[in-house]
C-alpha cells in the first residue's frame, strides 16, 4: 500500500508539536518561561476555533479510516464531543491568573 504524502508532513507536525508540549509545563523548563506564557496565550486565544478545529480533526479521521481500512476511533480516541471542549479550556495555574482564566 502507498503511504499518502500527507502522513509524512502529519508525522512531522506531530513530532514538532511534541517538542512544544515538553516546554508548555513551566516546571519542566523554567528558563523558557516567557516562551511558554506567549504559547498559553495563543492557545487560550484560539479557544472559539476549538469547535471547528473538531470537526476537522474529524473529518480527517474518518478520511484516514476509509483510505486504512483501520477504525476511525484509533487516531483520537473515543471522547465526545464536550469532553474534548472542556479538555481544551484548560490552562495550567502558572498561567491562569496573567492570562485571566481563572
Known amino acids: ?12 507536525e506531530l513530532i514538532n508539536g ?3 508540549g515538553l516546554l508548555l509545563g513551566e516546571e519542566i523548563a523554567p528558563e ?4 511558554v506564557r506567549e504559547i498559553w496565550k495563543y492557545l487560550t486565544s ?16 474518518q478520511k484516514t479510516s476509509e ?11 473515543i471522547i465526545d464531543r ?3 471542549i472542556e479538555n481544551c479550556q484548560f490552562v495550567p495555574a502558572a498561567f491562569a491568573k496573567e492570562l485571566d482564566r481563572s
Do not use: C
Request: no cysteine; proline share 4%.
Open 82 to 84: 464536550s469532553q474534548w
Open 1 to 12: 500500500m502507498h503511504t499518502p504524502n500527507f502522513r509524512f508532513w502529519l508525522i512531522a
Open 67 to 77: 483510505m486504512t481500512g483501520m477504525p476511525s476511533e484509533g487516531m483520537f480516541g
Open 46 to 61: 484560539s479557544v472559539d476555533h476549538v469547535e471547528q478545529a473538531i470537526d476537522y480533526l474529524r473529518d480527517v479521521e
Open 32 to 35: 523558557r518561561r516567557d516562551e
Open 18 to 20: 511534541l517538542r512544544k
